[in-house]
């Protein structure tokens, strides 16, 4: 099979995946998807670490301040949107969730956005 990313031509097998998998990976899967995502203050650029299957809607309730103790106790600036990951199953994003959060997940996370982090 062959595919496209982000202009390049690639190719791919899926050996042993799901058919789940499948549809995920060519962009046809239309069941709920579980998002775990990191938000950046913009005033003191600390970090929100949550996730959630409705992104847009969450984080406008962060903004609005209905959204979380931590994230509405911040008096100053507004909550945007830095990192994300996708995951079919909750568990999984649970999970992920929990990794992001301790040390080495911060770790991860540094080194994933070391450009953002950088520049910005």
Do not use: P
Request: proline share 0%.
């Amino acid at each position: 099979m062959c595919g496209f990313l982000y202009g390049v031509q690639y190719n791919y097998q899926f050996y042993g995946a799901t058919r789940r998998a499948k549809q995920v990976f060519r962009g046809e899967y239309q069941g709920v998807m579980h998002k775990v995502y990191v938000l950046e203050n913009t005033k003191d650029k600390t970090w929100y670490i949550g996730q959630t299957d409705d992104l847009k809607r969450r984080l406008h309730q962060h903004n609005t301040k209905t959204g979380g103790r931590t994230t509405a106790m911040r008096e100053n600036g507004s909550w945007k949107l830095i990192y994300a990951e996708a995951y079919i199953d909750k568990r999984d994003a649970v999970g992920r969730e929990k990794f992001l959060k301790g040390g080495s997940g911060r770790a991860y996370l540094k080194k994933q956005m070391r450009h953002y982090l950088n520049n910005y």
